[in-house]
């Protein structure tokens, strides 16, 4: 494939509504763009492996990579960046974490045997999540470290491993001050109990260090979590335990809106009309998580995490130079290196951040009793969409083999394929920039972090929407199947070979 520029390339590209319109721009990664706009290119992709498909691009990956390494840098503080496999299933991606020296984090058999097929050693592998006694059987010896979630997990470890192969492990600790329940880890005032478990099988088991994981963007939360971690490895020390790490887990955000103003009037024009003060813009009696009481719409909605403007690299350098009360005011990794300590971290949607995007074809246009337009795709809700979640970012609309009409601007809502009233790709309105016509393709943006396999299945027996990996050399875009892409090392000087 040769990278050549489409005649009508800049007239294809209209990410989102026109601005008179409500919408939600999306931001779209540079190579991204350009590799939509290299239309000829794009249609060999979609005529080789049909839609649906998922479009994965690894450079991507490495450029994410690439900054967060640049803060850690910059902290002065060592550290390891495991990546969370369980994010993406895509070869690509854990192969390119392989070749680029970083770790993995890994949840289930299944992941683990990817890792090690990607060139994994133990050395660099974590193991997270609940585990079952048959997984941590297959752990026991192998050398990889496993990061306990409860006390039973502990217990069983102990009784499994031998003192000839002693099983390095971290402690998820959870019920930090002013954090919400989890439903995962071991509760502060239960670590004591961890401990003695720890100091009385310190033949079997390695203790490494205390871990936490909040799903949240509140530095200061993350602050008391690490607060608590740096008493509790205090009093570790007292159990003459000798941890060396600190894991503060993942949750760095992605930023998926490339206009906040406008993405705060659409939220707003939505409320109105969930409270009949204006054209209402979802499907029937969907409220996207919101509570309505007649004119009152309260609560949090399940897409608030589209909102976010704030880089996965500038929210982990602020949270490196947080303050600590409790010493002195030195920032979070000044601490861990004053103590030592090797700062360990999980990125998942921040490596994957804009490293992906899914295609599907129209295949009909229909106008509901409503007089609502529906748009019917090729794929189903659960390709694009991670679990409950409402993808809060506008689409991209390419015309088919037909050439794209003026400008006509038309909301619609995006229709699955599955017989299921529920199976609504975008249950609120979408602002398109024509009426689609059966053959046109919409593209979603930035599915790589979990929207991709998170609830994916394999309903009705439709066949999943393969993955294939796109990366540029020498000027020129190659496309490769997910499961045989090869990344560009020193040794081999290119990466896997372009697909005919």
């Keep these: 494939m040769t990278a050549q520029s489409h005649p009508a390339a800049s007239a294809a590209w209209t990410a989102g509504s026109p601005a008179e319109t409500p919408g939600l721009p999306a931001l779209w990664d540079p190579l991204v763009r350009e590799f939509l706009a290299e239309r000829e290119l794009l249609d060999q992709v979609v005529e080789r492996f049909a839609t649906p498909v998922h479009l994965i691009f690894p450079q991507v990956f490495e450029r994410n990579l690439g900054r967060l390494t640049g803060v850690l840098d910059a902290s002065g ?34 992941e683990l045997e ?26 026991v010896g192998t050398g990889v470290t496993v990061s306990i979630d409860n006390q039973w997990e502990l217990e069983t470890l102990a009784r499994l491993a031998a003192p000839a192969a002693p ?24 670590v004591e109990h961890a401990f003695a478990v720890l100091a009385g099988h310190r033949d079997r088991l390695i203790f490494r260090g205390p871990a936490f994981h909040l799903d949240t963007g509140d530095i200061a939360e993350r ?60 499907w029937g009696t969907n409220t996207f998580g919101y509570q309505v009481d007649g004119a009152a719409v309260r609560g949090i909605p399940v897409f608030h995490k589209y909102a976010n403007t704030v880089a996965a690299e500038t929210m982990l350098a602020e949270l490196l130079a947080a303050p600590l009360d409790g010493h002195g005011g030195r920032g979070l990794a000044r601490v861990a290196a004053d103590n030592l300590l090797e ?3 999980e990125p998942g949607k921040a ?24 748009v019917h795709l090729d794929l189903s ?31 619609v809502f995006l ?38 396999d998170l609830s994916a299945a394999p309903a009705a027996m439709h066949t999943p929407a393969q993955k294939v990996a796109i990366d540029v050399r020498d000027g020129r875009f190659r496309a490769t199947p997910d499961a045989g892409y090869r990344p560009a090392t020193p040794d081999t000087g290119s990466a896997s070979p372009e697909v005919p």
């Design 77 to 110: 503080v060592p550290y390891r960046i495991c990546y969370a496999h369980k994010v993406n299933r895509s070869a690509a991606f854990v192969r390119t974490a392989a070749a680029r020296g970083i770790s993995v984090d890994v949840a289930s058999p299944g």
């Design 114 to 139: 990817s890792a090690r097929r990607a060139g994994f050693g133990p050395e660099r592998i974590e193991v997270t999540g609940p585990k079952g006694e048959r997984f941590l059987r297959e752990l």
């Design 167 to 190: 099983v390095p492990v971290l402690l998820r600790i959870s019920g930090f001050p002013g954090s919400q329940v989890s439903r995962f880890g071991i509760p502060v005032d239960q």
């Design 223 to 282: 602050i008391r979590a690490a607060e608590t971690c740096f008493a509790l490895l205090e009093r570790a020390y007292d159990r003459d335990l000798l941890p060396a790490v600190l894991n503060i887990g993942g949750g760095l955000r992605q930023v998926f809106t490339a206009d906040a103003g406008r993405f705060d009037d659409y939220v707003h024009r939505l409320r109105e009309g969930l409270a009949g003060r204006g054209p209402r813009m979802s």
């Design 343 to 345: 700062l360990w971290l």
């Design 351 to 374: 490596l994957t951040d804009h490293a992906g995007i899914t295609l599907a074809r129209v295949e009909f246009v229909k106008t509901a009793a409503d007089g609502s337009v529906l």
């Design 381 to 411: 809700r659960d390709t694009v969409t991670p679990a409950d979640q409402e993808v809060m970012a506008d689409p991209l609309l390419l015309a088919g083999s037909l050439p794209a009409p003026p400008d006509d601007p038309v909301p």
């Design 415 to 452: 229709a699955g394929r599955l017989c299921l009233e529920r199976d609504l790709v975008a249950a609120h309105t979408v602002w398109l920039p024509w009426r689609p016509r059966p053959g046109d393709l919409i593209v979603f943006p930035n599915t790589a972090g979990y929207h991709m």
